[in-house]
């Protein structure tokens, strides 16, 4: 796509922007790998981290979990030239003095030195639970969805999670805070225990005669064993490891090798070819949202709010209708605009389905015309 200082989106990218946006908005993949080598779909400039973290959910179909460490209003661009998923993350982290971490199925964005440990312990304790024999350990390891609403403490998350998976959770250990909103997909009991505490600096063990997890300060890193085929493990990803991480191990066992490392290590082994390389973070970066302009042909009639999100997708502005009604955004409106600033084209909108708005630097804000 060639872009310059005013971006222009095709007729046709932007009329299937709309029209894919009144389906369902989770991009299914066939495992993590799949969906971290991706190409980024998520754009736009001046996005707090924690509007780029819901756009990856809902676009990609990838749990993002923001430490309570890092500032979820750190501002960040996301480029039309962005390379795989994967690759933007590491671009973000590389930007913003984060560290990202990888463990199937959640991307871990934390202070530096954080989020691999992080990661490490959900292998590390996952492989302890899957070594343990018995119904207790199956169960622990079954994914189920994980939410909690606004301003919920870490104590009510536990008990959560210990209901949830049907075990014990002492979390008395665990300090007063208020959260905000969560929701993870497909997950397991580890997954959720471990970033429960880690921003915390506390990790979970578990008792098996108890069916107990604890929380306990961390005070040393943490290393995960796991076997992999010895064709996966070859003596040119074996300098790549010890690149990553100077203290891993590996033992030969028969036809399998025993690796001993932190996440970094192993997402290198599973995921090999998935980064893929950064791109640079130009085209649309450097270009207030409420300056671009556009030439939209949208066939037919569509609900307003379709609309207006895919606009404002494509803008890179956020959107927020809870001041509109229901039945306003449902609203069938046209739209064939040639060359128009995205604020023009987001009136228009608003004017055919009786609403009103305002833009801030990052937001178009929907309501009822008063």
Known sequence: MNLRSVARWSVCWVAAAVQMSVLPNVLVADDFGDQLKSVCRVVGTQLPLRVVAQRVRETHGVNIWLDRRVDPTTIVSL??????????????????????????????????????????????????????????????????????????????????????????????????????????????????????????????????????????????????????????????????????????????KGGLVRVTGNAAVHHRIRHRDGAGAAKPNGGLAGIDPRMRRFTLRIPGMKPAASILQAVCNASGLALETSDASPDALQTPVGLEVEDQLVTEIIESICVQAGLAVRFDSTTAVVSDRQ
């Open 79 to 252: 480029s039309a030239a962005a390379g795989s998923l994967e690759a933007t993350l590491q671009a973000i982290g590389t930007k913003s003095d984060l560290e990202i971490g990888f463990c199937d199925p959640i991307v871990i964005v934390a202070p530096r030195g954080k989020a691999i440990d992080a990661a490490t312990r959900i292998l590390a304790l996952r492989a302890r639970l899957r070594s343990a024999s018995g119904a207790a350990s199956t169960r622990l390891l079954e994914d189920h969805d994980l939410a909690w609403d606004r301003l919920t403490t870490p104590a009510e998350i536990a008990q959560q999670i210990g209901q949830l998976w049907q075990t014990s959770v002492a979390a008395e250990s665990l300090p007063h805070d208020l959260w905000d909103r969560k929701h993870l997909n497909s997950i397991d009991v580890v997954d959720a225990l471990v970033l429960l505490a880690a921003g915390f600096d506390l990790s979970p063990s578990y008792d098996p005669q108890q069916s107990l997890f604890r929380f306990h300060p961390i005070e040393e890193s943490v290393a995960a064993a796991l076997d992999y085929p010895a064709a996966k493990v070859s003596a040119t990803m074996v300098r790549e490891l010890r690149k990553i991480d100077p203290n891993v191990k590996l033992a030969r």
